[in-house]
């Protein structure tokens, strides 16, 4: 069975940084696109950030420069750093997992975990 668990959200002032984490089981890992959503109250979900098996990752701009996605395949983690949050950035968060090497756009990701929670306030 595949499993996705996020872990990692909370409360960060504007300005601060969190990192997410993954941890995927019932598949493997490596061979898979990996990527990061996120959905606000009231808005539809957003894809931020997905990574292949390469290593290739693709941002939404909305994102690009403060977040940054990585798999440690020696932990079987996948990680979302997040930097200079802003309040726009709460949302709670998922990791999903694509059953292909590579990523293509924000579809076809049939795996998803339950979401983290981020709340960014002062």
């Known amino acids: 069975e595949v499993q996705l668990v996020e872990s990692g959200g909370g409360l960060v002032q504007p300005g601060g940084s969190l990192r997410l984490s993954c941890a995927p089981s019932?598949?493997?890992?490596?061979?898979?696109?990996m990527g990061w959503f996120r959905q606000a109250p009231g808005k539809e979900r957003e894809g931020i950030a997905h990574?292949?098996?390469?290593?290739?990752?693709t941002y939404a701009d909305s994102v690009k420069g403060r977040f940054t996605a990585y798999r440690d395949l020696v932990k079987g983690t996948l990680y979302l750093q997040m930097n200079s949050l802003k309040p726009e950035d709460t949302a709670m968060y998922y990791c999903?997992?694509?059953?292909?090497?590579?990523?293509?756009?924000?579809?076809?990701?049939?795996?998803w975990g339950q979401g983290t929670q981020v709340t960014v306030s002062s």
């Open positions: 999903a997992a694509r059953p292909t090497i590579w990523c293509s756009g924000w579809t076809s990701f049939t795996s």
């Open positions: 019932g598949f493997t890992f490596s061979n898979n696109c």
């Open positions: 990574i292949s098996n390469g290593y290739i990752t």
